[in-house]
């Protein structure tokens, strides 16, 4: 009589056990969509005005709007840096300590962004002043 309690018994935990392991593999299976669903603004692809206040994504890239993301690898045009100079708070991360080359990635949050349909420069304005970035040609 024991054998076949533990016999009901050892399903339900068997059972339980596949539900956790569908679950875990459904939640692996939407991130890898999600993350393989990405698309990169190129020189086409206008940006409307978006106040950034976010992070950076883990891949280093900055979500527009889902599902474009913007590769944070663009350039600053040093233009004008008198003017840039004024506001430590930019100057100094943006042109004396960068880490990756004076990128969009030393730009502190928050920010406004915008591209134009068919340019290669990325707008920033941060603490009023324009910033300007030119995007990698691919």
Known sequence: MSKKKKHKSRWRYYYWIMVIIIFVALVFM?????????????????????YIEWDLERDGSLRINEPYFLATDIEFIQTDLDKLKVDSSIYVPL??????????????????????????????VKNNIVLKFKMNSD
């Open 30 to 50: 939407v991130r890898f969509v999600l993350n393989s669903s990405k698309v990169l603004v190129d020189k086409s692809t206008p940006i409307n005005p978006h």
């Open 95 to 124: 042109v004396k300590e960068s880490t990756s080359g004076s990128t969009l990635k030393d730009v502190k949050k928050p920010y406004l962004i915008w591209k134009n349909a068919n340019s290669d420069t990325v707008h920033v």
